[in-house]
T-cell receptor, first 110, second 114 residues
Framework: SQQGEEDPQALSIQEGENATMNCSYKTSINNLQWYRQNSGRGLVHLILIRSNEREKHSGRLRVTLDTSKKSSSLLITASRAADTASYFCATDPSGSRLTFGEGTQLTVNP | DTAVSQTPKYLVTQMGNDKSIKCEQNLGHDTMYWYKQDSKKFLKIMFSYNNKELIINETVPNRFSPKSPDKAHLNLHINSLELGDSAVYFC?????????????FGEGSRLTVL
């Protein structure tokens, strides 16, 4: 099974609403990363949070990390149609490679 | 300028054929990767090279052979293609090896085996 698992698998919201996606993982990590993938495109790095950090912001993105619960969340505030994409969390369980979750498909309706 | 570029973007071929995908990065990174994304968007690492040396080989059939002529290029050759090889293959690079930094991905090469 996967190291990282996103929840929900799919999320559909209206423009202007906030979107929250969650990621759970199994083993201890050094950092956790979030990536976005637009349809038919490559993955784009959004944010990296280290294991000793609890929260990080980047523009309309807010990421939290709870190492005791082995979980992270990605919040996108004031969503836009252009935010429609798949969002993946990635962790480094062995320290040698990034392992990706199965992604959350976010649809923002105009 | 494209940071990580892969060619071809689309590849349609028959079972049993051999095909190659090329990847180049102009970021000056030392580490390059091949990932495979299946139809459910599950992304799995296949190989990683650091300065032309193979550092990760993730239980991939030996029909898949990566080659890194220099640290800016990582190619993937696939022999005797099978239906299950149909997927999107992504090349990526990072400044450091391991999982401490961000990955920069190419746009993907969609392989369809008929």
């Amino acid at each position: 099974s996967q190291q990282g698992e996103e929840d929900p698998q799919a999320l559909s919201i209206q423009e202007g609403e906030n979107a929250t996606m969650n990621c759970s993982y199994k083993t201890s990590i050094n950092n956790l990363q979030w990536y976005r993938q637009n349809s038919g495109r490559g993955l784009v790095h959004l944010i990296l949070i280290r294991s000793n950090e609890r929260e990080k912001h980047s523009g309309r993105l807010r990421v939290t990390l709870d190492t005791s619960k082995k979980s992270s969340s990605l919040l996108i505030t004031a969503s836009r149609a252009a935010d429609t994409a798949s969002y993946f969390c990635a962790t480094d369980p062995s320290g040698s490679r990034l392992t990706f979750g199965e992604g959350t498909q976010l649809t923002v309706n105009p | 300028d494209t940071a990580v570029s892969q060619t071809p973007k689309y590849l349609v071929t028959q079972m049993g054929n051999d095909k190659s995908i090329k990847c180049e990065q102009n970021l000056g990174h030392d580490t390059m990767y091949w990932y495979k994304q299946d139809s459910k968007k599950f992304l799995k690492i296949m190989f990683s090279y650091n300065n032309k040396e193979l550092i990760i080989n993730e239980t991939v059939p030996n029909r898949f052979s990566p080659k890194s002529p220099d640290k800016a290029h990582l190619n993937l050759h696939i022999n005797s293609l099978e239906l299950g090889d149909s997927a999107v293959y992504f090349c990526a690079s990072s400044q450091v090896s391991g999982a401490t930094g961000e990955l920069f991905f190419g746009e993907g090469s969609r392989l369809t085996v008929l």
